[in-house]
């Protein structure tokens, strides 16, 4: 308000390119103090011995030292990449499969099995975890435990060992999120025109036939949403690891994030913490890159084909 | 549709609709067991839980366990600050992402499409990456355990702007805008007065969906509000969760009851908050 004011006498294009700059500076003001200069600082804090309280020492390339030779660092990543493709590939499958079945035609009470499975996503991360790491009990009175005891199967301590942690804490992600992206495609698959289907119930196409020539290709730029947003979401994943493991965040199941948090708010160590947040930041650069030339490769070759 | 209905209805296709059905069944009860699992635990005792077999039925302890709960952390007060951060984030987020949504769609000035573009392209960094400074400028600040910490940085929403403007830019008319212009009406009055009143249906989905995040995010507030007093729901979960003695009626009982007013709000609303999630994903 001041500023039209105080440009009372300026053009009128003045005014509300003023007024403009106005109105978006809040948001340029606040991602340079907690968006960008964080980033930065990082880069910075990565080259220092810093425990949060005494100065900062130089110490060079040390802290990526430390890290790369830390087992736990790559047993980090590597547990990333495993639990999220466990999460997120049964997730986009089974959640286009569901989505078409919501779809059909053939079915009442669709807004009833709409609401019931997209509720989980309702549910806090913190909750869910809680839920499952009960579940995934180890001792014989888990929920998991106890149904495989009645398949004469002894009991599994899920969280120690190599694949049962990244299958339960898999399982709480693929839970939490199938329901969200089932909506997703739904809603892809709701603006597929009616008469292309119709078309190829004419020409005699199965159901099968449907789904892969219709549904599918029609469906391309929701699928690739989801794989993208998924996978930024499979690198940020760390209150499963944390509340399931507890804070000692065993090897098994530790993420990146969750070794960064770890490095910083319980070992006091930031510098190193730093360190992993900028290979954390270079494995996301690389992968968004991939990311977007797959989906280029795909968009072109449909346009030839 | 009845028609239609019929006509799929006949018995040439009813195979499909049983394994149609077969399917929507069984991934509703996998979707909604552990709910089933979560209450059932939540009314027994941690004895009878560490039987085997467990429990699967109901038991008699709903409110001995919420008791045990309420002693050993501040429940309705970390409920109280999950509320107030998450509504202060939504009413802050709606106004400045609709004001600068507005500017956008309406608006011209010089650097519009750089700026625009800068916007979009901060949604792609996690915000993870910048945890350590971040944690360092709060502390610098002076605002360790102080709801300003969540509630300054949550107003950062790249993704609220690109909405904002995407739902202006195609529902307030550039007449009506000119025509104010003309009457001599601020650029703010002609955003507050004339296009807010327009996009209300704007802010309930963006809103749901501020909301909803804030309400579950976990990171931040168990870096920033160490203070048990402070603690938003989601910590103090945590915090009953790592206790000593794992009394696991006690942290489902809490679990529980953080859960059900999200499910009423949820089932209560449920069209909207589908649609609004859905739409702001399939937009961007």
Not at chain 1, 78 to 105: D, E, H, K, R, V
Not at chain 1, 125 to 138: C, L, T, W, Y
Not at chain 2, 111 to 116: A, D, E, P, R, S
Request: glycine share 6%; proline share 5%; aromatic share 16%.
């Amino acid at each position: 308000m001041e500023t039209t004011t105080k440009a009372r006498g300026l053009s009128e294009k003045k005014k509300t390119a003023l007024s403009a700059y106005l109105f978006i500076s809040p948001f340029f003001i606040l991602f340079a103090i907690f968006g960008l200069f964080p980033m930065v600082f990082s880069f910075y804090l990565s080259f220092f011995r810093w425990d949060g309280l005494s100065p900062m020492t130089y110490i060079g390339v040390r802290n990526f030292e430390l890290i790369f030779t830390d087992p736990v660092f790559f047993s980090s990543i590597l547990n990333t990449f495993i639990i999220g493709l466990m999460g997120t590939l049964p997730q986009i499958f089974i959640g286009i499969l569901l989505a078409f079945a919501l779809n059909s035609t053939l079915i009442r009470y669709r807004n009833t099995f709409r609401t019931f499975v997209f509720l989980p996503y309702i549910t806090s991360i913190v909750a869910v975890a809680i839920i499952f790491g009960v579940v995934f009990n180890n001792q014989p009175f888990g929920f998991a435990n106890y149904i495989l005891s009645t398949f004469d199967i002894g009991p599994i301590r899920w969280n120690a060992e190599y694949w049962p942690v990244k299958f339960a804490i898999a399982t709480m992600v693929f839970w939490r999120w199938v329901g969200y992206n089932t909506i997703i495609f739904l809603a892809g698959m709701q603006s597929i025109p009616k008469e292309l289907y119709e078309a190829a119930k004419i020409d005699g196409a199965t159901v099968g036939q449907q789904i892969r020539l219709i549904t599918l290709p029609m469906l391309k730029p929701i699928v690739m949403f989801v794989v993208f947003t998924a996978t930024i979401g499979s690198f940020q994943l760390f209150t499963e690891p944390l509340i399931f493991l507890g804070r000692g965040l065993r090897e098994e199941g530790i993420t990146m994030v969750a070794y960064l948090w770890r490095d910083a708010f319980v070992y006091n160590s930031f510098g190193t913490a730093s360190a992993a947040a900028i290979v954390l930041f270079f494995i996301i650069i690389a992968i968004t890159a991939i990311n977007l030339l797959i989906t280029n490769r795909l968009g072109r070759s449909k346009k030839i084909g | 549709m009845a028609k239609e209905s019929k006509e799929v209805g006949s018995s040439k296709f009813s195979y499909q609709k049983f394994f149609v059905y077969l399917f929507l069944i069984s991934g509703s009860l996998i979707s909604l067991f552990p709910f089933y699992y979560m209450f059932v635990m939540a009314t027994r005792l941690n004895r009878e839980i560490n039987q085997v077999p467990p429990p699967f039925a109901p038991g008699a302890n709903l409110v001995e366990n919420f008791q045990k709960v309420l002693s050993s952390i501040d429940f309705f007060g970390a409920m109280w600050n999950s509320f107030i951060v998450a509504s202060s984030v939504t009413v802050g987020t709606l106004f400045l992402c609709s004001l600068a949504g507005y500017t956008f769609a309406k608006l011209d000035f010089k650097g519009k499409n750089i700026l625009f573009a800068l916007i979009l392209v901060t949604m792609m960094v996690p915000p993870q990456l910048g945890l350590i400074p971040q944690y360092y400028i709060i502390t610098a600040l002076g605002w360790l355990n102080d709801f300003r910490a969540i509630i300054v940085p949550g107003l950062i929403n790249a993704f609220g702007i690109f909405w904002m403007r995407q739902y202006i830019s195609s529902s307030v008319p550039d007449e009506i805008i000119e025509a104010a212009r003309i009457d001599g009406c601020s650029h703010f009055r002609i955003y507050w007065n004339i296009s807010v009143p327009m996009i209300l249906p704007a802010f309930a989905t963006l809103g749901i969906i501020v909301f909803m995040h804030v309400w579950n995010d976990f990171l931040w507030p168990l870096v920033v509000l160490r203070d048990p007093t402070m603690h938003t729901l989601q910590v103090a979960l945590r915090a009953l969760n790592d206790a000593r003695q794992m009394d696991y009626g006690m942290i489902m009982s809490g679990t529980f009851w953080a859960t059900v007013p999200l499910i009423i709000v949820f089932l209560l609303f449920n069209r909207l908050f589908i649609q609004s999630l859905s739409e702001g994903a399939v937009k961007s």
